[in-house]
Structures are given as structure tokens and as C-alpha cells.
């Protein structure tokens, strides 16, 4: 178990952690588990029992572009995925 | 590979309870049937029934769908003469098509252990009396509930399946065994907040139908307790 990190540290770190990602995106930890195992939003893990890590930055993209296609384009998370995965 | 369920795969997935390895209390005296209420909230997001403005149920196609516990109520549907509501459909798969009601159930739990997502064991009652025991796959469960709170309790548009589940959810009392009392609140206020859209009249007619095969299911239980 490692230390929590303090929020200047993690809005300046490569890599973050699920929990960090909920305090920096401000969307629920669910949320992005769902996102995570749907392959909405890749992440980085050394072995299988590892932490996850994200790319803060990537990330925070990502979920903004998930939210943008949402509000603006009124698509569903399925519709999203399929645009996303189509792109990547 | 993230499995892809059907609704009544995911209702009667949901219902199972991790610790008792049978069917979540409240669900269990009604399961069958609301196993075919599901199937035919299935078929209606299929477009392979519709109701029309009369709320009878007609078949817009008969081809089968490979699907056995979908062709089985197709089949029930293609052989009637008649044409039924919903509710009457319901109330006749508890009155006189108790075996097709077991066996749709049936071929539901069977698809759910096929896809590897529950294990069924056979066991004995006091040396005795056989009795069954569904083990479900917890992080599955965990996956269906994640996307209910992705897509209900985020802002944004939603999907019918995730809409018509949640409905059945909360017909079934088992909102109570996956939510907070927070999440409840909000779940019910965002799917009144969906039926009163005008611009989303799929919404509507999933919660009338589910209203009306919960209202059957309640008729046959009364029935039930009274004779």
C-alpha cells in the first residue's frame, strides 16, 4: 500500500491511479472502472496484480472527449465505443 | 472480450445472490415469469413483437433468432389465434404455460452457464430432496451494475437496453441489493425525469410495458394467496 499523494503532486504526475483520476476528472470511480474495462480508456499496469496506472493527461482527454461526443453528439456509451475504438 | 447479455440474461444474472447461490429473495417467487416479462421487453427492443394502439402484442417477424428461450415465447406467439395484451400474455404463461415459463427460465440460466458466467451444482436437501445452487461471476454482476451508474447516474444519453433493465430492477425490489439509498433516490430520479421526455418516447413505452407485466405478475400473486 503506498502513501496517498497529494493533490499538487498528482495534477503534475505522468501516471495516476483510478482514485486519483475520480479527483482530477471529478467523474465517479464506477464510472471509470466501467470506461476502463470497456477499453474506453487505456491504462498502464506492470503485472496483472499491479496497480493500473493512467496517463493523467491522455485521460483527462479521453474522458473529455467521451463527455463531449455525450453532450454534444447525444451518443450512448455503446455508440461512443464503437466511434472510438473505430478511430483508435 | 466484455460479454454482451440479452435483458433477460442480465435480469436473471442480477438476481442471483453471491452468498446464498440461489435467487435474491424478493425476485425468487416471480422469477419465471418475470424471465418471460423479459424476454418480451427483449423482444420489443428487437422489434420482433410490437403493441399496437389497442395494447395488443402482434409478431413483426417469426424467423427465429437462434436464440432458444426468444424462440420458444416466438413460437407461443405465432401458434395464437388470438391477440392479447401484455399483461394477459403474462398472466397466461403463469395459468396455462407453466412448462414453456420453466423451461424459458431454464434456457436463460442454461445461455448464462454456457457464456461461463454461472455455475450450477446439484446438491441434496437432508440426503433427500434435490436442490440446485447457481454460483454468478461476481465481477460481471459488478460490470452490469457499473454501466447502469456510467450511463444513469452520469449526465448524457442512454441506452434502451440499460433503461429497460434498470426498470425491471426496480419492479423486482433488487435496485435495493446493488445501490446505496443515494443512488436509489437518483436512479428513480433520472428514470421519471427520462419518462417525462417528450423527445424520448422509447422510454415510455419500455416503462408501460414493464408497468404492465409487473401489474400481471402482482394480479397472479394475489390470485395465488387468496385460493
Same mark, same amino acid.
Request: hydrophobic letters at 35%.
Given at each position: 500500500? !503506498?502513501?496517498?499523494?497529494?493533490?499538487?503532486?498528482? &495534477?503534475?504526475?505522468?501516471?495516476?491511479?483510478?482514485?486519483?483520476?475520480? &479527483?482530477? !476528472?471529478?467523474?465517479?470511480? !464506477?464510472?471509470?472502472?466501467?470506461?476502463?474495462?470497456?477499453?474506453?480508456?487505456?491504462?498502464?499496469?506492470?503485472?496483472?496484480?499491479?496497480?493500473?496506472?493512467?496517463?493523467?493527461?491522455?485521460?483527462? &482527454?479521453?474522458?473529455?472527449?467521451? &463527455?463531449?461526443?455525450?453532450?454534444?453528439?447525444?451518443?450512448?456509451?455503446?455508440?461512443?465505443?464503437?466511434?472510438?475504438?473505430?478511430?483508435? | 472480450?466484455?460479454?454482451?447479455?440479452?435483458?433477460?440474461?442480465?435480469?436473471?444474472?442480477?438476481?442471483? +445472490?453471491?452468498? =446464498?447461490?440461489?435467487?435474491?429473495?424478493?425476485?425468487?417467487?416471480? /422469477?419465471?415469469?418475470?424471465?418471460? @416479462?423479459?424476454?418480451?421487453?427483449?423482444?420489443?427492443?428487437?422489434?420482433?413483437?410490437?403493441? #399496437?394502439?389497442? @395494447?395488443?402484442?402482434?409478431?413483426?417477424?417469426?424467423?427465429?433468432? @437462434?436464440?432458444?428461450?426468444?424462440?420458444?415465447?416466438?413460437?407461443?406467439?405465432?401458434?395464437?389465434?388470438?391477440?392479447?395484451?401484455?399483461?394477459?400474455?403474462?398472466?397466461?404463461?403463469?395459468?396455462?404455460?407453466?412448462?414453456?415459463?420453466?423451461?424459458?427460465?431454464?434456457?436463460?440460466?442454461?445461455?448464462?452457464?454456457?457464456?461461463?458466467?454461472?455455475?450450477?451444482?446439484? +446438491?441434496?436437501?437432508?440426503?433427500?430432496?434435490?436442490?440446485?445452487?447457481?454460483?454468478?461471476? /461476481?465481477?460481471?454482476?459488478? $460490470?452490469?451494475?457499473?454501466?447502469?451508474?456510467?450511463?444513469?447516474?452520469?449526465?448524457?444519453?442512454? +441506452?434502451?437496453?440499460?433503461?429497460?433493465?434498470?426498470?425491471?430492477?426496480?419492479?423486482?425490489? =433488487?435496485? /435495493?441489493?446493488?445501490?446505496? #439509498?443515494?443512488? $436509489?433516490?437518483?436512479?428513480?430520479?433520472?428514470?421519471?425525469?427520462?419518462? +417525462?421526455?417528450?423527445?424520448?418516447?422509447?422510454?415510455?413505452?419500455?416503462?408501460?410495458?414493464?408497468?404492465?407485466?409487473?401489474?400481471?405478475?402482482?394480479?397472479? @400473486?394475489?390470485?395465488?394467496?387468496?385460493?
Amino acid at each position: 500500500m !503506498s502513501r496517498r499523494r497529494k493533490l499538487e503532486v498528482i &495534477q503534475n504526475a505522468e501516471y495516476v491511479t483510478i482514485g486519483e483520476l475520480v &479527483q482530477l !476528472s471529478g467523474v465517479r470511480y !464506477s464510472t471509470l472502472k466501467f470506461y476502463t474495462e470497456e477499453g474506453l480508456l487505456p491504462f498502464y499496469q506492470m503485472d496483472q496484480k499491479m496497480v493500473r496506472r493512467y496517463h493523467r493527461t491522455g485521460a483527462l &482527454q479521453r474522458l473529455a472527449q467521451i &463527455q463531449k461526443l455525450k453532450q454534444e453528439q447525444g451518443l450512448t456509451i455503446k455508440e461512443i465505443k464503437e466511434k472510438l475504438l473505430e478511430d483508435d | 472480450m466484455n460479454k454482451q447479455f440479452t435483458v433477460p440474461e442480465e435480469l436473471v444474472f442480477l438476481g442471483l +445472490d453471491e452468498k =446464498m447461490h440461489r435467487f435474491k429473495l424478493d425476485y425468487r417467487s416471480y /422469477k419465471e415469469l418475470y424471465s418471460v @416479462g423479459a424476454v418480451f421487453i427483449e423482444l420489443l427492443l428487437r422489434k420482433v413483437i410490437s403493441i #399496437n394502439e389497442e @395494447g395488443k402484442v402482434y409478431l413483426t417477424q417469426v424467423d427465429p433468432t @437462434g436464440i432458444s428461450y426468444l424462440d420458444q415465447v416466438i413460437e407461443v406467439l405465432s401458434d395464437s389465434s388470438k391477440e392479447k395484451s401484455l399483461k394477459k400474455w403474462i398472466s397466461s404463461f403463469y395459468y396455462s404455460k407453466g412448462s414453456i415459463r420453466k423451461n424459458v427460465h431454464r434456457s436463460i440460466l442454461e445461455s448464462l452457464c454456457e457464456q461461463g458466467v454461472v455455475t450450477h451444482k446439484e +446438491d441434496t436437501f437432508l440426503f433427500m430432496f434435490p436442490t440446485h445452487k447457481y454460483e454468478a461471476v /461476481k465481477d460481471e454482476q459488478a $460490470r452490469i451494475i457499473e454501466r447502469i451508474r456510467a450511463e444513469l447516474l452520469e449526465e448524457g444519453s442512454v +441506452d434502451e437496453q440499460t433503461v429497460a433493465l434498470s426498470f425491471l430492477l426496480k419492479e423486482t425490489k =433488487m435496485l /435495493k441489493e446493488y445501490f446505496s #439509498n443515494y443512488e $436509489r433516490d437518483q436512479l428513480k430520479k433520472r428514470l421519471k425525469e427520462l419518462k +417525462d421526455n417528450e423527445s424520448l418516447q422509447w422510454v415510455k413505452w419500455i416503462e408501460k410495458a414493464i408497468a404492465e407485466i409487473n401489474a400481471s405478475v402482482v394480479a397472479v @400473486g394475489a390470485a395465488a394467496a387468496t385460493t
